[in-house]
Nanobody, 128 residues
């Protein structure tokens, strides 16, 4: 699996940025995809996620400002995070994540395996 995130940069308070993540070489079922962020001195936190059926969740801190979406193309899945009304507290490194389910042993053992992958992170800085 390859995850390549892009779109970070410098934005002014109240501004917008759009993050993108391209996921390729996927050989199992997608369980969910998401965006996390980690600010200096803080733990990594979930920003938004999208399930296999398209249902989305957002952290309370970004509700109404950030929107997560996904597009499927041939051999690649694209994950986006549209960030509007940015605040200085949104400054962090943003990571895309991918959760896959492996059903190869389900018939024989009743087991389903989950694999989690992370992109390399893209820095978002909100400052005037």
């Amino acid at each position: 699996v390859q995850l390549q995130a892009s779109g970070g940069g410098l934005a002014q308070p109240g501004g917008s940025l759009r993050l993108s993540c391209a996921a390729s070489e996927i050989f199992f079922v997608i369980n969910s995809m998401g965006w996390y962020r980690q600010a200096p001195g803080n733990q990594r936190e979930l920003v938004a996620s999208i399930g296999s059926g398209g249902s989305t969740k957002c952290a309370d801190s970004v509700q109404g400002r950030f929107t997560i979406s996904r597009d499927n193309a041939e051999n690649t899945v694209y994950l986006y995070l549209q960030m509007n009304s940015l605040k200085p507290e949104d400054t962090a490194v943003y990571y895309c994540s991918l959760s896959l389910l492996d059903y190869s042993d389900f018939d024989r053992k009743g087991e389903v395996y989950e694999y989690d992958y992370w992109g390399q992170g893209t820095l978002v800085t909100v400052s005037s």
